[in-house]
Each structure stands twice: as C-alpha cells, then as structure tokens.
C-alpha cells in the first residue's frame, strides 16, 4: 500500500519518494509501520498518544536522502495491543521491530515520549544506535516522577453520552497546538481515540521511568531538539542533554508541542544536518 508523495516540491528538486505501509512481526505482536525513501535507516518513535501520522510531513522530507522509518509504539496506533505499558516493553520492542526489519545500526528520532524510549534503546543496545536525536524530550528523574505522580490525567477524558468528552480533549490540548491549525487536533483527537480507556498509558509509562539510571549508558552522537513554546519539555533541554556524553543543542523558536507536524521542515534540516 502506498500514499501520494507530498506536495510541494522545491524547483528543480526531486519528488519525494511514496509512503509505503507494513507490519513486523515481533514476540509481542505486530508492529505496523510506514517508510519512505532509501539509504541509511532513520527510525521515528512518535509521542503518546499518537502514531506514525505525527510523522506524516517529516517522512517524504528526510526520505529523499533515508531510508526513513515510522513506527506505531507497540500497543499504540494500528499496532498489536500490549499487557505491559513500560518504557522497557517498548524499547525491547523497537529492538525486536530492527530485527524483524532486518536493521543493523540505525539512527533512532524520537519526540516526546518517543525521546524516551529512544534513550532506553540507545541504553540497552548501543550496537544498533548509531545516532540519536531527542526532540522535546523530557528528563525523568526521582524529582519529575515525584511531580507527575500527583499530576492529574493529561488525556483520559470521562465519556459523555453527547459526546462532551470529545470537546473536552480538544479544550485540554488546544493551548499547546498553533492557532489556526485545527487539522493538527484532529489528528491527535483521532489518535488518541484509537485507544480508549488506555490514552494515559503512555503518559504513565514515562513517569515510572528511571531515566537518571539509564542516560549515562548512551554512548551515541546525540542531538537534542528543544521547541520554545513547549512548556513541558523546553526546560529540561539543557538538563537532558548534560547527562549524555556527546551531545548538541537545537533550538526552533515558536515550535510547540505538535513540532513534527508544525514545522517538519526545520525538523528535517536539522536531522539531516546532525546525520551528514
């Protein structure tokens, strides 16, 4: 199956190269993923609770020069549901995901939640990261497990016969997305949808990890991407990117939370750059 190539196209520039969809089978369950383009694998971990579609504009870019790879986070998107919700079932299932693959050392893009299991993969298997860029990721220690512990639900919306719940979670996460771009919420109000009474696992999963026990074991190249106007993640940028041991800062001014999709491609440039 294949998507159109997207629009756009800068004069006297190739087109991008199709989207193409598959699944991976992995010891627990499936993984669908889409790719595009050719070359050195780059592999994107996406956010909870989103799917491969936060990548949806960033593949066609950085597939004209990668083989660039989104994966659906196991229990996430159109993948096999998971029993566990941990930021070490879905690292262990990135691996088994390159094995299916048959990816040897890859470069691993991971945004949000998506940079955190980035750095558990790049922990547990440094063999098979070559490179790491950790956008708007945030850092997880004893004094942020403690604060999320008594956070109340970002996405967990109590169901409403008429529907009141479906605005709801538009009214939660429309602060952190551009005005203007209602089409970035859909997507996300789409996403998390998919997954029903487990649109908090993720979110969970984060705030049980032990990242300050787990960074130092990164011995990849690694960049850090803040977005300015994430208030989340943007404060931790320096922090995060102290505990590794080779590590550049990038900042993009005004991007926000939806940054892949808000502004993929500054996002591609600045991948592509750290990679060459």
């Not at 029993?83 to 879905?90: F, G, K, P, Q």
């Not at 016969?161 to 109000?189: I, K, M, Q, S």
């Given at each position: 199956m294949t998507a159109p190539a997207a629009r756009g196209t800068a004069a006297g520039r190739a087109p991008a190269?199709?989207?193409?969809?598959?699944?991976?089978?992995?010891?627990?369950?499936?993984?669908?993923?889409?790719?595009c383009g050719t070359g050195s694998p780059v592999v994107l971990l996406h956010q909870t609770p989103r799917s491969w579609d936060e990548f949806r504009e960033v593949l066609p870019l950085l597939g004209r020069t990668h083989r660039a790879i989104a994966m659906d986070t196991i229990g996430f998107g159109a993948s096999a549901p998971v029993?566990?919700?941990?930021?070490?079932?879905?690292?262990?299932t990135v691996v088994d995901f390159l094995d299916a693959l048959g990816l040897g050392e890859v470069a691993l893009v991971g945004h949000h939640t998506g940079g955190v299991i980035a750095v558990e993969v790049a922990a547990r298997a440094p063999d098979r990261v070559g490179a790491l860029v950790l956008s708007s990721t945030p850092y997880v220690d004893a004094r942020a497990r403690e604060a999320r512990r008594h956070r109340p639900p970002i996405d967990a919306v109590e169901p409403d016969?008429?529907?009141?719940?479906?605005?709801?979670?538009?009214?939660?996460?429309?602060?952190?997305?551009?005005?203007?771009?209602?089409?970035?919420?859909?997507?996300?109000?789409r996403d998390a949808l998919v997954l029903g009474e487990d649109v908090e696992r993720g979110h969970e999963a984060v705030g049980r990890y032990r990242m300050e026990e787990r960074v130092g074991l990164v011995r990849c190249p690694t960049l850090c991407v803040g977005a300015s106007a994430d208030p989340f993640t943007a404060p931790d940028l320096q922090n995060l990117s102290s505990q590794l041991n080779t590590s550049r800062v990038a900042v993009i001014d005004g991007g926000m939370i939806p940054l892949m999709e808000q502004r993929p491609a500054e996002v591609c440039k600045l991948i592509a750059r750290f990679l060459s």
């Open positions: 190269p199709p989207v193409r969809f598959g699944y991976a089978d992995t010891p627990r369950g499936q993984v669908h993923y889409a790719e029993a566990e919700h941990s930021i070490e079932t879905y690292a262990a016969p008429d529907g009141a719940h479906l605005a709801e979670l538009w009214r939660r996460r429309r602060p952190y997305y551009p005005p203007g771009r209602p089409d970035l919420l859909t997507r996300f109000v």
